[in-house]
C-alpha cells in the first residue's frame, strides 16, 4: 500500500493557476492508479481527475476540463495537478487517493488517501 501527500495548495485569485503535487511513498507506486478528488464545505467529496498507473489515460470531469492537467512522473513517486484558469468554485481541500484496481468515480474504491491541502480561489 502506498502512502500519500499533498501539496501546493493555497490562495489565488480568480484566473490564477496552482499546480499540487501527491508524493508517494512505497514500492506499489507505479502500478496503481492515482486520482484526485475535492470537497467543498457541505458537499460531498467527488472526484476530478483519474490517471493510470502508466499515465496513458486521464479521466477528466467535465467542469474542469481544459483548465486542469494531470501528469504523473513515476520515477519521482509523484502525481501532479496543474490547475489553470481558477474559478471560485474550484475552492475545495484537494485529496490524492489511490487505486489498485481501477479509475473508479467511487471514492470506496480508492484504498490510499492524503491528508489534503487547501485550495482557495478568490473572486
Not at 115 to 121: A, S, W, Y
Request: charged fraction near 15%; hydrophobic fraction near 30%; proline fraction near 2%.
Amino acid at each position: 500500500q502506498v502512502q500519500l501527500a499533498e501539496s501546493g495548495g493555497g490562495l489565488v485569485q480568480a484566473g490564477g493557476s496552482l499546480r499540487l503535487s501527491c508524493a508517494a511513498s512505497g514500492r506499489t507506486f507505479s502500478y496503481v492508479h492515482i486520482a484526485w478528488f475535492r470537497q467543498s464545505p457541505g458537499k460531498e467529496r467527488n472526484r476530478v481527475v483519474c490517471v493510470s498507473w502508466n499515465g496513458v489515460t486521464t479521466d477528466y470531469v467535465n467542469s474542469v476540463k481544459g483548465r486542469f492537467t494531470v501528469s504523473r512522473d513515476n520515477a519521482k513517486n509523484t502525481v501532479y495537478l496543474q490547475m489553470n484558469s481558477l474559478k471560485p468554485e474550484d475552492t475545495a481541500i484537494y485529496y490524492c487517493a489511490a487505486s489498485e484496481g481501477w479509475c473508479s468515480p467511487n471514492e470506496r474504491d480508492y484504498t490510499s488517501w492524503g491528508q489534503g491541502t487547501q485550495v482557495t480561489v478568490s473572486s
